[in-house]
């Protein structure tokens, strides 16, 4: 019996995330993003990896019995590796951040979108952790990414309060 259209597509997005992801983990092992520049390239690459779990989530109803049985879970295994290599990039680079992070007028916007995203992401964490049925092995790893985040909120917390506030009026 031929695949429908849905899962076909979901199947080619799966692949897609599957490089993306492994493209992120990459970029993590080669170190701290060294500009305010660069570490939005990667956070936007992040947010496109976001998206398209998102768009594939959105199809799993439609696609769901022609998909392999535990793809749901696959799909936010993938999740938390991305958040994993991001949480993982991010704390490098707010940790030690450049001087155009504290000081560039358009940081204080990427820093507000930054905790927004993080504390989200806490919120939603232990929720994934239990839909991937993840061993305790790997739940004790992402212990870890638990803990870089609420770390990373309280770096972001201070620069936020050194850094230049957005002008809103003249």
Known sequence: MAMGKVATIVLQMARKLAEDVVRLGRVRD???PKTFPHFREIRGAYLDIQGLIFSIQERLDVAGKELPENFPQWVIRQK????????DISYAF??????ALTSSLGAF????????AFGETLNAFDMMLM????DD???DELDATRTKIEHILGMIETLLQNSP?????F
């Not at 590796?81 to 949480?87: K, R, V, Y």
């Not at 916007?109 to 927004?116: C, G, I, M, N, P």
């Not at 839909?131 to 993840?134: L, T």
């Not at 506030?165 to 009026?169: A, C, G, I, M």
């Open 30 to 32: 080669a170190g701290k």
């Open 80 to 87: 938390l590796t991305a958040i994993a290599h991001f949480t």
């Open 94 to 99: 707010v940790s030690d951040p450049p001087l």
């Open 109 to 116: 916007d990427v820093l507000l979108a930054e905790q927004k």
């Open 131 to 134: 839909e991937a049925g993840i």
């Open 137 to 139: 092995k790997t739940a």
């Open 165 to 169: 506030k957005v002008l809103e009026e």
